[in-house]
């Protein structure tokens, strides 16, 4: 399981962009839950979501959209600048299986070192987190304030070799509450225990045992749309046994100019766990670029 990563970016996304294509379904359902007051009367691709609402609760009839996917092409941080200035990009999928509220979702995080040419411009590090989870929401989503809830299992790895591997499996509950202008996604987890007593030279030896003591157990997001569909995007992580933490914040500006899934962003990352290879460091980032979804 520790280096799944760079098979599933080759086997997965690109496999299930190329079923989706082979098989020219109608387009899928991408309501939202819930959609804003106007979604009704908007009409968007099989992988195009509305804008107005909120991509981490999508519920499609097939291949959609996930997380948010973006490019930062110039990014700052103390301790990546100068010739070591990052590229960071994210693409996530998901496929409902099997008729049923049931998906399939794929999220890749890179590092791009693409300014260094003295190293060939390498990738410093790439996240691949592959999980499969239910999606539960009630059908009078007024009766129950709009809540709902994803219960699922995450791989997360770096696809690298030891020293510098870094994976872990979770069980994981997201209660969530999509109402109008604002989400409210809360997800806990429970991390599945690996064989810390290993030699530090056995690639089956937990890579990172200490993983929980910084990204602590939970991560709270917080959406708002703001100011005719600007969305800000805030996620909290907060060990209180160690004081440890994670602030990251994404805010996008639809460029009217283009197509409604084109966004222009603005990113800000303060503390540990921006990457795997990072989880016990903590970081400041600050990127500008585009995201095609949000």
Not at 94 to 114: A, C, E, H
Request: a neutral charge; charged letters at 20%; aromatic letters at 16%.
């Amino acid at each position: 399981m520790k280096r799944l990563g760079p098979i599933i970016t080759c086997t997965i996304a690109c496999g299930l962009l190329a079923a989706r294509a082979a098989a020219d379904p109608a387009p899928a359902d991408t309501t939202l839950v819930p959609a804003t007051p106007t979604a009704s009367n908007k009409s968007y691709g099989p992988l195009q979501a509305d804008p107005d609402a909120y991509q981490i609760v999508t519920a499609g009839r097939g291949l959609s959209l996930h997380k948010p996917m973006f490019v930062l092409p110039a990014t700052w941080s103390e301790d990546y600048h100068g010739r070591r200035t990052e590229v960071l990009f994210q693409i996530s999928l998901k496929q409902r299986l099997f008729g049923v509220p049931l998906y399939f979702g794929y999220t890749q995080k890179s590092f791009f070192d693409v300014f260094d040419s003295s190293q060939s411009k390498p990738f410093r590090e790439s996240d691949y987190n592959p999980e499969l989870f239910y999606r539960l929401i009630p059908k009078d989503a007024v009766k129950w304030h709009h809540l709902g809830a994803d219960f699922g299992f995450e791989h997360e790895s770096n696809g690298k070799g030891l020293p510098d591997s870094r994976s872990w499996n979770r069980l994981y509950i997201a209660p969530f509450q999509a109402a109008g202008e604002h989400l409210i996604y809360w997800k806990w987890w429970w991390r599945l225990p690996e064989d810390k007593s290993l030699p530090r030279t056995d690639p089956n030896r937990d890579d990172n045992p200490d993983i929980g003591s910084y990204y602590g157990y939970s991560e709270l997001h917080y959406e708002q749309q703001l100011f005719d569909r600007q969305l800000a995007h805030a996620m909290l992580r907060w060990n209180p046994l160690t004081g440890h933490a994670a602030f990251s914040l994404q805010y996008t500006i639809p460029d009217r100019a283009s197509d409604p899934s084109f966004f222009w962003m603005f990113y800000f990352w303060q503390g540990y766990g921006e990457s795997l290879i990072d989880y016990n460091r903590s970081i400041t980032r600050v990127g500008i670029g585009v995201a095609l979804a949000r």
